[in-house]
């Protein structure tokens, strides 16, 4: 039996996740839509689709996966779910953070000012950069697959058929949950790298514009401005997901602790939904397109002295 602080977090997740099944399901139906009708699939065009995909695939799993350890544990540890969730997880979680952190270079390597050598050739180079870092997803793989293969035959070994890791002592868990993870903190790392650099080129940028007396109002500093709030937004709900992830991972070994796994639930389902409104409106197409989304189902009536506008301009 839940109590009232329990329910209230569950209701949360769950508003959570179709807020944010909804905004990703925008953001895809967008991007796809705009592609067939410009009939072309660009780089930013395959970021975001991704992202969206990998997005609504990972609100599923977190749900689903909380909610057979919260309501039907006995079931969940008896059979193959655990085993076949952990595969999931590492597809799905690293995917999901690989495309997020090539939209965050993608933005930096367009809009960033810098002269020196390297950075020019990275500008120049963002497909190749891009593919470099699809390898590097790969490589990830490559390195985390047989490590929970290996987890999982020994926790097996033990245990019979089934696998679960309260089996396994709480330092070696840890160590386990570490190495798992080690290539989701390696782009992590890279995405704040990428935000300081934003900074430093916006300063310089802001400099330049006070010795020109040119002003702060450029398009280009505006469109410093706008990518900083993306990836810095970004990093606080990152930070976030990786707290409600370590309460969930903490709580494995403490399955008494209800409440704590819930909200860990709760915290870990804000970065899939609030990203994805960030990301809304912080791209002018999708800002638009929500608004004349929300125009649709919701009509606004105009006052009689109104003015009929043609077009929406925002």
Not at 97 to 119: D, G, Y
Not at 235 to 257: D, M, R, W
Request: charged residues 10%.
């Amino acid at each position: 039996m839940l109590s009232i602080v329990e329910g209230l977090f569950i209701f949360i997740s769950v508003s959570e996740s179709i807020l944010g099944l909804l905004g990703n399901g925008f953001i895809g139906l967008v991007t796809c839509t705009d592609c067939v009708k410009t009939k072309n699939f660009s780089m930013i065009s395959f970021i975001l689709t991704g992202l969206a995909t990998s997005r609504i695939c990972l609100i599923w799993l977190i749900i689903i996966d909380g909610f057979l350890k919260i309501f039907f544990l006995d079931i969940y540890i008896s059979g193959n779910l655990t085993e076949y969730f952990s595969y999931a997880w590492i597809i799905v979680n690293h995917s999901s953070i690989w495309f997020a952190t090539s939209l965050s270079i993608f933005c930096f390597l367009k809009i960033a000012n810098f002269s020196h050598h390297i950075f020019l050739w990275l500008k120049g180079k963002i497909n190749r950069v891009l593919l470099i870092l699809m390898v590097y997803l790969l490589v990830s793989w490559l390195f985390t697959f047989p490590h929970i293969v290996k987890i999982i035959s020994d926790s097996k070994m033990k245990n019979g058929s089934s696998f679960w890791p309260l089996t396994m002592r709480k330092h070696e868990y840890f160590t386990n949950q570490i190495l798992l993870n080690l290539g989701v903190f390696l782009l992590f790392i890279l995405c704040m790298i990428t935000c300081f650099l934003l900074i430093i080129s916006l300063w310089r940028h802001n400099r330049q514009m006070q010795l020109s007396a040119t002003g702060f109002g450029d398009p280009s500093t505006e469109a410093h401005v706008k990518a900083m709030k993306v990836l810095i937004s970004f990093i606080i709900l990152f930070v976030l997901y990786f707290i409600g992830i370590a309460i969930e991972i903490s709580c494995v070994t403490q399955p008494e602790n209800k409440l704590l796994f819930i909200f860990g639930m709760t915290t870990a389902a804000i970065f899939p939904w609030g990203h994805s409104f960030i990301l809304i409106l912080g791209n002018r197409k999708l800002k638009q397109s929500a608004f004349l989304a929300c125009l649709c189902f919701f009509p606004r009536s105009p006052a009689p002295e109104e003015k009929q506008l043609g077009d929406y301009s925002l």
